[in-house]
């Protein structure tokens, strides 16, 4: 899931895979505003075969918690 979810962020705002780790925060570390978020989250969407409801992507505030958030979304399709 990093990997991809690191490859999302490298494509939508150019930061190297390498530099998105578990413990980075979106906003603090990763510098990524509110519409690449939303962009990132179209993304994560489609290559993770889910739904990330708005209210809960509020609540995603670092790298770990988006990955844990998609490994253990309830929409997701197994």
């Known amino acids: 899931m990093l ?3 690191a490859e999302i962020i490298n494509e939508i705002a150019g930061i190297p895979v390498e530099d998105v780790r578990m413990g980075a925060r979106f906003n603090e570390d990763l510098d990524l505003d509110s519409l690449s978020m939303v ?5 994560a969407e489609e290559r993770f075969d889910l739904r990330i409801p708005d209210e809960d992507v509020m609540g995603v505030l670092t790298v770990r918690e988006a990955v844990d958030y998609i490994v253990n979304a309830p929409s997701r399709r197994r």
């Open 39 to 43: 962009e990132v989250v179209v993304a």
């Open 3 to 5: 990997d991809g979810l």
